[in-house]
């Protein structure tokens, strides 16, 4: 049986009522993606002077970055009831129509994995997006008929992690589309210090770095470390957090400075003891650190790669030279992405700016 990744694992309960709390409830508490927010901010606010509902809007961009935030926030804006739902959870047209059908003016539906819904669903809401009305078919063969039933004005908020599967003709229909961003450092050191005080925790600057350090780019990974940097402080007795005790912290639960977890480290370890480095398959990597395929190309693949110690050939996955170094190995010659590290002394890491002198004739 597989360990939980505490950086990528399902929340219980209890976390996830926790991380509600967390979650800011107006624009001006959201912290980082100042681009998205200010183009957001300037549609509701042209939206509620109107005296109309705003126009649909889609957020797109990697999980844990606050698209469900923002879809809570733009009915808050609003001023209108939220309701919820998912992709995969419309399979029919029909569960879409029943949705539809009991929405109230202005009410704000929110549906997160849009890109999961069934091609029927989609095929009704292109109507009822453009037209706000849905034609329900009563009967089969020749004897159907279409009953069009007319909605009141409703704003729909979509949520994807892979724009490029939504269809042309439903991505357009979407008023606004914001592409959220990984966050730097400062930005989530900004979002934990929010957190902080909503938890009661005592964190110094230092303390808030190395969190924020390990966190991914990402809100709710940095969120999670917190909390579970919080529970070794008060098991310790640790009244205020600094960096050594963050460190401490988050080495015990495996996640290192990089911000690599148990399954991230066994993935590059493979790589480079039983493949030297590849190329290997990703069902052969997949079996050699003992996970289903889809949990290491969806869960530890896209981090790995962002942070150029993966890549992904058509021969298969390769281990780049920042992955041997991170991990503590000598760099055999020709790996990839070791051109980009001798542009830095080995032994200092200092950035090598020797001025260019002219061959020698």
Do not use: C
Request: charged share 25%; aromatic share 6%; net charge negative.
């Amino acid at each position: 049986m597989a360990e939980p990744s505490l950086v990528a694992a399902g929340e219980e309960p209890e976390e996830r009522a926790i991380e509600a709390a967390l979650r800011p409830k107006n624009l001006d508490d959201f912290v980082g993606q100042h681009r998205v927010r200010k183009q957001l901010s300037l549609v509701l606010k042209a939206s509620r002077m109107r005296g109309r509902s705003a126009d649909h809007v889609l957020f797109s961009g990697p999980p844990g970055l606050g698209k469900t935030t923002l879809a809570m926030i733009v009915a808050a804006e609003m001023n209108a009831p939220l309701r919820i739902s998912s992709g995969p959870a419309i399979q029919h047209a029909g569960d879409l129509a029943a949705i539809l059908s009991s929405l109230s003016e202005g009410e704000v539906l929110f549906l997160d994995e849009i890109h999961r819904m069934s091609r029927p669903a989609e095929e009704m809401l292109y109507m009822a997006m453009e037209d706000f009305r849905v034609d329900i078919v009563v009967g089969k063969g020749a004897g159907a008929t279409a009953i069009p039933l007319e909605l009141p004005p409703f704003t729909l908020v979509g949520a994807t992690t892979r724009a490029g599967l939504l269809p042309g003709p439903l991505r357009d229909r979407f008023g606004f589309t914001g592409h959220l961003e990984f966050y730097s450092v400062p930005e989530l050191e900004l979002v934990l210090r929010r957190s902080a005080g909503l938890l009661d925790l005592k964190v110094n600057s230092a303390g808030f770095s190395e969190i924020a350090g390990r966190s991914r780019g990402t809100p709710r990974i940095a969120n999670r470390l917190l909390r579970r940097v919080r529970d070794w402080a008060l098991v310790h007795g640790v009244d205020q957090i600094d960096a050594r005790s963050a460190s401490a912290a988050l080495d015990m639960y495996e996640v290192d400075k990089k911000g690599l977890d148990r399954l991230d480290r066994s993935v590059l370890e493979a790589l480079i003891t039983k493949f030297g480095g590849g190329p290997v398959g990703l069902s052969t990597l997949a079996i050699a650190v003992g996970e289903e395929t889809e949990t290491v190309e969806t869960v530890a693949e896209p981090f790995l790669v962002r942070e150029g110690l993966l890549g992904r050939t058509p021969r298969g996955r390769i281990a780049m030279a920042p992955a041997w170094t991170h991990l503590g190995y000598a760099i055999p010659a020709g790996v990839f992405g070791q051109e980009q590290l001798d542009l830095f002394d080995r032994e200092t890491g200092a950035e090598v700016t020797g001025e260019w002198a002219p061959e020698s004739q």
